[in-house]
């Protein structure tokens, strides 16, 4: 017997070939970290779930399942490393099937129970159960899984970005109202865009993340949420995205109230699958536009965006349960080593990408920018395309929150370092008299409104409104002497001030 699971990838692939792969022949080079990894359940008790196939009526919290590779302490000796049957007890732990005997579990689920994938069972990965964690700090990566799958579907390159200094957490991608996603995919994609957003808070309890250092890596259908995420929350730093389906079904991503193209304002990198073959498009029945066409890179203006197409990959072989366990299409994939070479490759540029986004590492941002050849990649393995951002226009918006940040002291300084930055950067008067206004009548920050009054009247010295306005709030804190000079100006601007001209009438009595 085996249970069916819907997979959603851009190409259902058939005539397929046993894969012959090891971990050891991926040949990740491990960073200085030991690993560790903890896997748990939480409860998001703002939405609810059912158990399918318990057949029952009952609602429950949405259980959030989280696994978590991260840099470790000391390991305790004669502790073993974690073998690959340990994930995939993880994963019918997260299929709801947390009874089946494991020697069931390939057969049951995704793969075909073959001697090559038994082998694979006992494989010893890089990461220790439980260890306690490191003291420091660390960037964290956030995973999004593609579609319905387990949060430990990619957990080679998890364990190889821990043993590099990153925190790296994941949960499954599971339907909205059961295990199962519905026909609404553009629910399901907020739905785990939800579940992303429930694993940045449980990160921000982890004593060794380092909350101002995060980036999303997403996967197929885990690259839709991804984006959502991204836009609506302001402390992400980065995107990665492992062939994600924002390259497939930008319609999809339209869909959704919070998506806009313009808010992707950080790094993104996009690796993308090899170019389908004719052949596949036609019996799969495969538009040959999603070869070319690439709406969201195309859309996206505010952050560097970086391509790398992989010609020795198809889109299954971006996860490390891909590359061990599934079958291969003897139509259009590659040798078992050409596919574990691009996979080692993808891990690289993943880490070099975090490291110079998250970490400012120099040498990282060299390795992104280099041409593949010149990071020791072999020729036509991969093609790469940049494109810079295109620099927004600098705000008043933008102006406020570093003014606002040193309190509105040295204004005029601030303002001429703008300047010479972005030569094109103005100032509306208007801006200025109304900040200045709300801050000057509140008791707390009237000395501040005084400030932005102050540089108002440098930058339009003729504006008798803004003169105005800085004697009312001279009078407001009680100095009459700077007030009855501020109208006196502003009347000498424009004689027929009639509130001046009150003023002063008042103030000389």
């Known amino acids: ?45 703002t939405r609810t779930y059912s158990r399918a196939m318990d057949y029952t009526n009952e609602k429950v919290a949405r259980p959030i399942s989280i696994s978590l590779w991260y840099p470790a302490a000391q390991i305790a000796e004669g ?39 038994q082998k694979h069972l006992v494989e010893q990965t890089t990461a220790f159960p439980e260890p306690n964690f490191i003291k420091g700090k660390f960037p964290v990566v956030v995973y999004a899984p593609s579609f319905m799958a387990s949060s430990i579907e990619n957990f080679a390159l998890c364990e190889y970005l821990a043993s590099h200094g990153f925190v790296v957490i994941s949960s499954l ?45 997403g996967f197929s259908f885990g690259g ?15 995107i990665v995205s492992l062939d994600g389906t924002e390259r497939y079904q930008y319609a999809l991503l339209e869909q959704s109230y919070f998506f806009d193209a313009e808010k992707i304002d950080v790094p993104y ?32 203006t505010q952050a560097t965006s970086y391509r790398l197409k992989f010609h020795d990959l198809t889109h299954s072989y971006f996860s490390t349960l891909g590359v061990l366990f599934a079958d291969r299409d003897k139509r259009q994939d590659k040798t078992d080593s050409e596919i574990m070479e691009s996979y080692k490759w993808v891990s690289v540029y993943a880490l070099q990408f975090l490291n110079a986004v998250l970490k400012k ?45 040193q309190n509105y002291k040295n204004l005029p300084q601030l303002y001429d370092s703008i300047v010479k930055s972005h030569p094109a ?23 501040e409104g005084i400030e932005v009054f102050l540089l108002a009247t ?12 800085l004697a009312e709030g001279y009078l407001y804190i009680g100095n009459t002497e700077k007030a009855i000079e501020s109208f006196e100006k502003s009347l000498a601007l424009n004689p027929k001030n009639q509130n001046a001209i009150n003023r002063l009438e008042q103030l000389k009595k």
């Open 1 to 45: 017997m085996r249970l069916l699971i819907l997979q959603t990838l851009i190409l259902f692939q058939v005539n397929f070939v046993i894969a012959q792969t090891s971990l050891d022949k991926i040949n990740l080079e491990n960073g200085k970290h030991k690993v560790g990894f903890r896997h748990y359940t939480a409860s998001d008790s």
């Open 79 to 117: 502790v073993e490393p974690l073998q690959v049957q340990d994930y995939l007890e993880i994963l019918k732990e997260e299929e709801e099937w947390e009874h089946l005997p494991n020697e069931q579990i390939l057969n049951w689920f995704y793969y075909p129970n073959t001697s090559s994938n």
């Open 173 to 217: 991608s599971r339907g909205t109202e059961t295990r199962w996603f519905s026909n609404n995919n553009a629910k399901e994609m907020e739905t785990q865009a939800r579940d992303i957003e429930f694993l940045l808070k449980e990160a921000g309890k982890l004593p060794m993340a380092d909350y101002d250092k995060i980036a999303l890596m």
């Open 224 to 238: 839709l949420s991804n984006i959502i995420v991204q836009n609506r929350n302001d402390n992400i730093k980065a």
């Open 269 to 300: 990198l996009h690796m993308a699958q090899k170019d389908i073959p004719d052949t596949v498009l036609k019996d799969d029945n495969i538009d040959a536009e999603l070869n070319t066409k690439f709406q969201l890179y195309d859309s996206i």
């Open 361 to 405: 590492d120099d040498n990282a941002l060299h390795f992104i920018e280099n041409n593949p050849s010149e990071n020791g990649v072999a020729d036509g393995l991969i093609t790469q395309s940049i494109k810079p951002s295109k620099k927004r226009a600098y705000t008043f918006q933008d102006f406020n929150d570093l003014a606002s940040i």
């Open 425 to 447: 950067f103005t100032i509306p008067e208007g801006n200025l008299n109304t900040l200045g206004l709300q801050l000057v009548f509140n008791p707390k920050t009237s000395s």
């Open 458 to 469: 440098r930058l339009f010295p003729d504006s008798a409104n803004l003169y105005d306005s």
